[in-house]
């Protein structure tokens, strides 16, 4: 049976000094969704921060799937998040295989699972009264997935496929990791209201991208894909081809790491 940290090793790594860290540790943000779709959290009281015992167990648990084991419950339904992303690219890849619509239809439909599973997270973990020591990186994490790299995937699939077409999707992606990372480093010093929250999102939040998500599913339904792309195509035959639609997807890239796009927070 495999044990728990012995006692001597954890009473060491605190009077070793780590007891300041630990403390500071505790007062650092708690779990906190990069979503704008994760209301719950701007109308709640903030939940309790992580118990030291967090901070020690993800430090000194040796144990077989010790990271498992430390997971809450929460965390778990962030990484179905992840999931409904992953599996919606690879829908996206069995159209691009067999040019069967109803594969890029359930891509789709993963993504809104993904939307349900982001705003779930936050209410287990406040059903359970518990923050996440990692809540908020795996949820940027999976957000990522789910809201940047699986809406890239479809709009490849249904036809933006040209070289320039991909770069302005690669920036797209690039735009929501950059502006995922720069929430979780500035969350904590953006102006608070009386209550601690944050009030506003520094540029559009990724999850927005849903709207370019919910455009798409509505050209799959009428047959406007592949070569019946709304709007044609600029540079047609040339190196810098592209169709119109994909400079969207620029736009949006542009306003999620905008620094003076200050979006309210409902």
Not at 214 to 241: C, H, Q, R
Request: charged share 20%; net charge neutral; proline share 6%.
């Amino acid at each position: 049976m495999p044990s728990s940290p012995p006692p001597n090793a954890v009473s060491s790594a605190i009077e070793s000094g780590d007891e300041a860290d630990f403390e500071l540790k505790a007062r650092a943000p708690i779990r906190r969704s990069s979503s704008l779709f994760s209301l719950s959290s701007f109308h709640e009281e903030p939940l309790p921060p992580p118990e030291e015992k967090d901070f020690i167990a993800f430090d000194l648990d040796d144990r077989h799937f010790s990271l498992v084991r430390n997971l809450h419950m929460a965390d778990f339904i962030t990484l179905l998040n992840g999931f409904s992303g992953f599996y919606s690219i690879i829908s996206c890849l069995r159209y691009t295989l067999t040019g069967s619509t109803h594969y890029v239809q359930r891509a789709h439909i993963f993504i809104g699972l993904g939307l349900f599973f982001d705003f779930f997270d936050g209410r287990v973990a406040r059903m359970r009264n518990k923050s996440s020591l990692i809540g908020q990186e795996l949820d940027s994490l999976a957000d990522l997935v789910s809201f940047g790299v699986a809406p890239a995937s479809i709009a490849f699939a249904i036809g933006l496929r040209s070289t320039v077409d991909c770069l302005f999707l690669t920036f797209f992606v690039l735009c929501g990791l950059t502006r995922l990372a720069r929430f979780n480093v500035t969350v904590s010093k953006l102006p608070k209201d009386t209550s601690g929250k944050s009030k506003y999102f520094e540029g559009t939040p990724i999850p927005t991208s849903l709207t370019l998500v919910g455009t798409m599913a509505y050209w799959v339904s009428k047959g406007w894909i592949l070569d019946n792309l709304p709007l044609g195509v600029v540079f047609e035959g040339g190196f810098f081809e592209f169709h119109k639609v994909s400079a969207l997807f620029a736009l949006l890239g542009c306003a999620m790491v905008s620094k003076s796009l200050h979006i309210p927070k409902p």
